[in-house]
Each structure stands twice: as structure tokens, then as C-alpha cells.
């Protein structure tokens, strides 16, 4: 009797002191998870800000943050169709192969933008076949994405479930209190068009009326040719292009050329979470500000 006392009594602090282990692909969704689960949670990302998302190498220490873990967070939409399945696999933890379970993608709860339309053949470079995945660089995708967390997170922590709830209503309220004053600022600045690298920003240029004119790359997945890149110059100047965007984990040399050659502003901006989300969208609303005034 007295040793399963003392049992008992070293278990209980041990339960109660139990966090939810959230691995996920991104920084941005590792956020996400850490505003929704705050103290509840242990969160690790496997990519950091300055990765692409779309190729990572699927490390064996990835497989092993897995094994321990009891939900993987992913982007889904095919973001990571090249590298998150062989992880799930050498995690060898069956539970986060399974919606029902320990597995998450935050873009089955979002309105996905440019749903290719037709047969996609690999002629048209690496097309995201179920639409865009960059979502979440728009903050009412975002806000969808932290309730669908909330509502996730509480399914494992029952004992948990209003307060993921209201700290997720809670996150969302703060976004809210930004978003007008963004939208301002951009109006403000008068950048109706722009060109980025890839599509990376098109929920937030939509969001913001913004439209996402020309990209660098031109097909997603290839590099730039000097053909296009003469397109571009054209296009910049014939347009009045004010406005580049390069995400910062793409090469810089076409779009460093582009701003050489014309009068448009180069931004290098993230992509993804590198200290907090308000943060994230701050810094694009910011460069888009500084292209109006070419601040380089
Ligand atoms: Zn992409």
C-alpha cells in the first residue's frame, strides 16, 4: 500500500505537468500552434524560416522528433509532397499518418486560390495541383487555420479544450485589431501591382488588392531564363513596376539584376515565421510601403 502511494504521488506531477508534443513543417505553423497551445504544448518545427518549404532533405533526426511526437502539423495542399511522407514513414509512429489522429494539414480548412484547371503535366513546371498553399501569409486564412488548431488540439487534451478555444479567439481578436490598419497602409502606398519569385505572396497580395503581375521564376520550380528576364525588364518598364518581391530562401541574382535595370525597388523578404506572426505580415506591409518610396 505505502509503495503505491509513493508511486501515485510521483506520477501525478508527471500528468499534470504532460505537454502535447506538436512537431511541425513550418515555423509560421509551429506559431500557430504555440499562440493556441501556449503552456499545453511543446512545439518544434522541422524547417527554419530561411528553408524552402517545398524540397527539404528528410533528415533522420526529423524521424526521430516524430517518433516522440503526438501530432504533426503540416501545410498540406502537396506543399511538401516531396519530402513530409518519408519522414511520416521512418517516423514509425502510425498515428501521424492518420487525420483521425496525430496528423494535421492546415490546408484542408482554408478556400484555396488558383486550383489548376485541367490535366497538370510536368511541362508546366512544379504546379501545386490543389491549388495554392502559400496561404498563410493571409491573415483571415490564418484566423481559419488557428480555430481548426484549436479544435484539433482540444480532441487530444479534452481537459484543455475552452481554454485552446479561447486562446484562439483570443490571437484571432489581436490579428483583427491589425488587419484595418494594414490595409491602410497599404492603400496608403499605392503599389497596385507587383512581381515576386514564385507565388508565394498571392493570398496576401489579394487580400491587400495587390496583383501579383509576372514572377520571376517562369514556371514554378524554374530557375530563370535570360529570355524571361528580358520579358520582365519590359514588362517593368512599359507597367511602371515599382514593386519586387524575392522570398528570402530564393537566389537573388535575376531580381538583383531586375533592380539594376530598372526603377523598381528590390524587397528580400520572409516567408515564414522568424519571431511571431503580427511580425511576419508587418515586415511585407512595411517593404510594400518602402517600394512606394524606393527604400531599398
Ligand atoms: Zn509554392
Not at 137 to 161: F, M, R, W
Not at 229 to 249: A, R
Request: aromatic share 8%; hydrophobic share 40%; charged share 25%.
Amino acid at each position: 500500500m505505502k509503495l503505491i502511494v509513493i508511486i501515485i504521488f510521483f506520477l501525478i506531477p508527471n500528468i499534470s505537468i504532460a505537454k502535447l508534443k506538436v512537431v511541425t513543417t513550418t515555423t509560421t505553423l509551429a506559431e500557430f500552434v504555440k499562440q493556441v497551445g501556449r503552456d499545453k504544448v511543446e512545439v518544434t518545427s522541422l524547417t527554419k524560416p530561411q528553408e524552402d518549404p517545398h524540397f527539404v532533405e528528410a533528415k533522420p533526426s526529423y524521424m526521430v522528433k516524430l517518433r516522440q511526437a503526438d501530432l504533426l502539423v503540416a501545410v498540406g495542399l502537396e506543399l511538401e509532397v516531396g519530402w513530409l511522407s518519408n519522414v511520416q514513414r521512418g517516423a514509425k509512429n502510425p498515428k501521424l499518418l492518420d487525420k483521425k489522429f496525430g496528423f494535421f494539414t492546415a490546408g484542408d480548412f482554408i478556400n484555396a486560390i488558383e486550383i489548376p484547371k485541367g490535366k497538370v503535366d510536368r511541362a508546366q513546371g512544379d504546379v501545386h495541383p490543389f491549388g495554392n498553399p502559400h496561404f498563410h501569409l493571409s491573415p483571415v486564412e490564418s484566423q481559419k487555420v488557428i480555430l481548426a488548431l484549436a479544435k484539433k488540439l482540444g480532441e487530444l487534451e479534452p481537459n484543455s479544450k475552452t481554454i485552446f478555444m479561447a486562446n484562439a479567439e483570443e490571437f484571432n481578436k489581436v490579428l483583427e485589431s491589425q488587419i484595418s490598419k494594414w490595409q491602410e497602409r497599404v492603400n496608403k502606398s499605392k503599389i497596385r501591382e507587383l512581381i515576386s519569385y514564385h507565388k508565394s505572396f498571392n493570398y496576401f497580395l489579394n487580400f491587400f488588392n495587390i496583383t501579383p503581375i509576372a514572377y520571376i521564376e517562369p514556371k514554378p520550380g524554374v530557375p530563370p531564363t535570360p529570355k524571361h528576364i528580358i520579358q520582365l525588364i519590359k514588362l517593368i518598364k512599359d507597367k511602371k513596376i515599382k514593386c519586387i518581391f524575392n522570398e528570402s530562401y530564393f537566389e537573388t541574382t535575376a531580381a538583383k539584376r531586375l533592380q539594376k535595370v530598372t526603377q523598381a525597388t528590390l524587397k528580400v523578404v520572409p516567408v515564414e515565421v522568424e519571431t511571431n506572426y503580427i511580425d511576419l505580415i508587418e515586415k511585407l506591409v512595411s517593404a510594400i510601403e518602402d517600394c512606394s518610396k524606393g527604400v531599398m
